[in-house]
T-cell receptor, first 115, second 111 residues
Framework: DAGVIQSPRHEVTEMGQEVTLRCKPISGHNSLFWYRQTMMRGLELLIYFNNNVPIDDSGMPEDRFSAKMPNASFSTLKIQPSEPRDSAVYFC?????????????FGPGTRLTVL | DAKTTQPTSMDCAEGRAANLPCNHSTISGNEYVYWYRQIHSQGPQYIIHGLKNNETNEMASLIITEDRKSSTLILPHATLRDTAVYYCIVRVSNYGQNFVFGPGTRLSVLP
């Protein structure tokens, strides 16, 4: 298995531009999580989906951020318009929806720089 | 979910055991202890988890005190590749829920 796939790995953009981050979860996993990591705030959850349905988006900073999961194998995180304070590493993770413990598998992350 | 307290940083000599403590004094009966680590520039990686009993896998051992108010992650023979930030997380094991990551412990394995 290729693991969680994220693209792009690096993104540099200018303030005001739209940014779209992409994630392909591990096949068979039906929970998907978007995290953001910065030096100041550490690793924080933005939103997560179960069976393609958003369950908790309380971590989404503001209306500029939106996330979709149109099917079980693809999710996007969009920032429009982007701002310099959005610069961070964005991680996608997936896990199975099963009772008991659920190990989350993280992707390699997308390093976003907004100038 | 119960809060956890970990030392900010620790050093360990290569080849020696690394013992990483975690306090979770407000843990409730149905909460598990999870450990993840994050090697520089990579996504977090699951290490081990437990409820009451001590656990061991190919990566590490987890020792949970009898009152479950603290635990220790043990890397038996630390290598330079074990240098990472280690996160102790306590949460109910309901499916499809997120993990809340604190600042963790930065472990430096020294040659």
């Amino acid at each position: 298995d290729a693991g969680v796939i994220q693209s792009p790995r690096h993104e540099v953009t200018e303030m005001g531009q739209e940014v779209t981050l992409r994630c392909k979860p591990i096949s068979g996993h039906n929970s998907l999580f978007w995290y953001r990591q910065t030096m100041m705030r550490g690793l924080e959850l933005l939103i997560y989906f179960n069976n393609n349905v958003p369950i908790d988006d309380s971590g989404m900073p503001e209306d500029r951020f939106s996330a979709k999961m149109p099917n079980a194998s693809f999710s996007t995180l969009k920032i429009q318009p982007s701002e310099p304070r959005d610069s961070a590493v964005y991680f996608c993770a997936s896990s199975t929806l099963s009772s008991g413990y659920n190990e989350q598998f993280f992707g390699p992350g997308t390093r976003l720089t907004v100038l | 979910d119960a809060k956890t307290t970990q030392p900010t940083s620790m050093d360990c000599a290569e080849g020696r055991a690394a013992n990483l403590p975690c306090n979770h004094s407000t843990i409730s009966g149905n909460e598990y202890v999870y450990w993840y680590r994050q090697i520089h520039s990579q996504g977090p990686q699951y290490i081990i988890h437990g409820l009451k009993n001590n656990e061991t896998n190919e990566m590490a051992s987890l020792i949970i005190t009898e009152d479950r108010k603290s635990s220790t992650l043990i890397l038996p023979h630390a290598t330079l590749r074990d240098t990472a930030v280690y996160y102790c997380i306590v949460r109910v094991s309901n499916y499809g829920q997120n993990f809340v990551f604190g600042p963790g412990t930065r472990l430096s394995v020294l040659p």
